[in-house]
């Protein structure tokens, strides 16, 4: 027995007795055993077997700038040493927080100037959602209540975030989530809501779903619109073109509050720096995270725009809210750090040209592949869509796990390929080399083949 493997093996043992794993089926982990990670360099990461993975998923899609940055470690480490934490509550600031502030309303679409910081995606969503709420009640405008969010939408996994959410094996039966004041709209996922139809017109036909449950409703009745620019969890739903232009008319049409969750999007993923540039949208709000310190440290922020941080500020007295780590000195100066090596290295820019056309074309040759009914993406987000029949796009029943199957086989052969449902997705870093795409669109394909084999379709 190698001693390799017997490491492996006790890690695993430890793991199955103690750790419960996010969004996780425990017993069929405690059969097939967890991979354990050790280190990760670039695009790779490797396992306590010696194996090396590339990431094709940049962690959960946060790990924009790769693994392993010594600049990244060194901010974190200087900022620890100099001031470990800080609480912000209690008229008390700190040079990390305030230059990350002022950083991200430079960069971020205008009007967006006011940060709000907090740990996660999840939490960047609660805020949101308490300063909508509090926005409504200053504007002497209480009954503005409900909150609109789509269908497959992920916005996190806390009660509210869940709830937004539009996925309801979240929801368990009870009944109480999602929560009452939210409701859901088909959303822009042509090859299931809008099939055979001209892309343009279809983003018309999916606005106008919003406006169809705004006066559903009663327009004074809805506080926000909730939507991420392309549906990351949703299995890679990206709009099309005409879709975003509509629903910032349809929301201003109305008063209602615009929320825009770039947890994903933001910080390069669409191929520019947030998707709110590449579809053209004005929030009212934004929440980021993930790739705001390329995974590096936990940090999130909800960006508030000047008309609702006025009132808030003017008007508001204390808002009670907030967190301990709200503005954490070392997760504020790592995001610092990342957002400095981003730009210094053109990594948007560079992903924009070099290598999201490159990207698209290598998805594109899945087209006609006998598993795949439907091909889309943006920038470097990316999913091939599973179906049983390419012809009717009749799906796979939800036990078959077909996605979940081909993600096995892409990991066996050392390629994190995720499934979403039973579309396979792929949002690798920003800085994987072409040659790199090429080995993993290799390895996807491999495991595409073979789940089409195990399935008995070739
Ligand atoms: N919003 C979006 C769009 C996400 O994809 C996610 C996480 N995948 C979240 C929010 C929640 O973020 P977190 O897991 O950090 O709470």
Redesign the pocket.
């Known amino acids: 027995m190698n001693y390799r493997h017997m490491e492996t093996q006790a890690w695993q043992v430890l793991d199955r007795a103690h750790y419960l794993h996010p969004f996780t089926d425990h017993a069929s982990l405690r059969q097939a055993g967890s991979r354990v990670a050790v280190r990760g360099e670039g695009v790779y990461v490797w396992d306590t077997e010696g194996d090396r993975i590339i990431d094709g998923l940049s962690g959960?899609?946060c790990v924009n700038i790769g693994y392993g940055r010594p600049e990244l470690v060194k901010a974190a480490a200087d900022q620890m040493q100099a001031l470990s934490f800080c609480q912000s509550f209690f008229n008390t600031t700190h040079p990390s927080a305030v230059l990350l502030a002022e950083k991200l309303s430079q960069i971020l679409p205008e009007g967006l100037n006011h940060v709000f910081f907090q740990s996660?995606?999840?939490?960047?969503?609660e805020t949101a959602v308490r300063a909508v709420r509090r926005y409504w009640d200053l504007a002497g405008k209480p009954e503005r209540r409900v909150i609109i969010a789509r269908e497959a939408a992920?916005?996190?996994?806390?009660h509210m975030?869940a709830s937004l959410s539009g996925i309801p094996p979240m929801y368990g039966a009870g009944g109480d989530i999602p929560l009452p004041s939210v409701t859901h709209i088909k959303t822009a996922y042509q090859y299931r809501n809008g099939p055979g139809m001209d892309p343009e017109e279809f983003g018309i036909l999916a606005a106008s779903w919003l406006e169809e449950r705004i006066l559903e409703i009663g327009p004074d009745k809805v506080a926000a619109f909730f939507a991420?620019p392309a549906?990351?969890?949703g299995g890679a739903l990206c709009p099309p073109m005409s879709y975003w232009p509509e629903i910032q008319r349809i929301c201003k049409k109305y008063d209602i509050l615009l929320v825009v969750?770039e947890?994903?999007?933001g910080f390069g993923r669409t191929g520019k720096w947030f998707g709110s540039f590449y579809y053209g949208i004005q929030p009212d709000i934004m929440?980021l995270?993930?790739g705001i310190t390329s995974g590096y440290l936990?940090l999130?922020a909800c960006i508030l725009s000047d008309r609702v941080a006025d009132l808030l500020i003017e008007e508001g007295g204390e808002w009670a809210h907030g967190f301990t780590y709200s503005g954490h000195p070392s997760c504020c100066a790592v995001a610092l750090e990342n957002i400095r090596i981003m730009e210094e290295e053109n990594i948007v820019e560079n992903a924009e040209k070099e290598l999201i056309p490159y990207f698209r074309a290598k998805l594109e040759t899945f087209v006609g592949h006998p598993l795949i009914g439907d091909v889309r993406s943006v920038g470097l987000m990316g999913g091939l869509e599973i179906v049983k029949n390419r012809v009717t796009r009749e799906a796979y029943p939800y036990e078959a796990k077909i996605g979940y199957h081909c993600s096995g086989e892409a990991l066996k052969r050392g390629l994190a390929f995720r499934a979403n449902g039973d579309t396979m997705s792929l949002m690798p870093p920003l800085i994987i080399t072409r040659q790199e795409l090429d080995t993993v669109f290799e390895i996807a394909r491999e495991a595409l083949d073979a789940t089409a084999v195990a399935f008995g379709v070739a």
């Open positions: 959960l899609g996660s995606g999840s939490e960047a969503n992920y916005h996190g996994s806390t975030a991420e549906q990351s969890a969750d947890v994903v999007c929440q995270g993930k936990p999130s």
